[in-house]
């Protein structure tokens, strides 16, 4: 049996974590981000030359977020007040997931679809079709995931980098059945205690999701788990 558990914070990214009374717990750590480092080269030449040069640079994404970090909890017999009747010890499995999403109450897990990418691609300003990290450009595997109140649903999804580099950590993506906002899409990926996060040691998830690319634009991503 499985149990979703709405863990009520957001994190509001590049910034501060807020807080609602609730059963459960969360705590995030410090942030950081690629620092973008202007390409400052030069070559000696004069004139009537013809020079061939390769550049390489790097530049931090302004489209996406990521998150990472360990779950831990028991599954409990409990009325919901009080002592509880019985508590199992519960460790991340393969099946268990971390999902996050702009709604602060997502309900619509015996909903869940496929999204339409370039609708998401609109809904978030994604709307330069040459760039490179657009959701249409980035989701781009068919992923499916099993939830005990829809079964087996197929979404749009990709993998991110472990620790060495290798494509280890599917995100996938679904939608509530419409899309009209940020709102009406999830980001999950499964569990694990065995894999790697990009930043180094063993983490229980990883995932990634996009963010509204406008300049210091701030949001806040709220966090789900769905306990095997």
Known sequence: MQWLVLVLFG???FGSVF?????????AGTQGR??????NENVTTEGGNVTDVNLTSNASTEKWVGFYGNVSGNLLLSKGTGAALYVWT???TNMSKVCVSLNAAWTYWSALASPTTATMDTLFGFTTA???????KTLVTTCSQTYTASGAVTGKGNYTNDA?????????SFSRGAEAAQE???FCVNMSTA???????YWTYQVMAPIQSTINYFDQYFFYTELT
């Open 164 to 172: 060495t580099g290798a494509k280890a950590w599917e995100t996938c």
């Open 11 to 13: 994190v509001l990214l």
């Open 34 to 39: 690629y620092t973008t480092t202007p390409l």
């Open 19 to 27: 807080a609602a009374a609730g059963p459960d717990d969360i705590s």
């Open 184 to 186: 009406d899409y999830v």
């Open 90 to 92: 519960w460790s991340p």
């Open 195 to 201: 894999k790697t996060a990009a930043v180094g040691g």
């Open 130 to 136: 040459a760039d490179a990290d657009t959701i249409t």
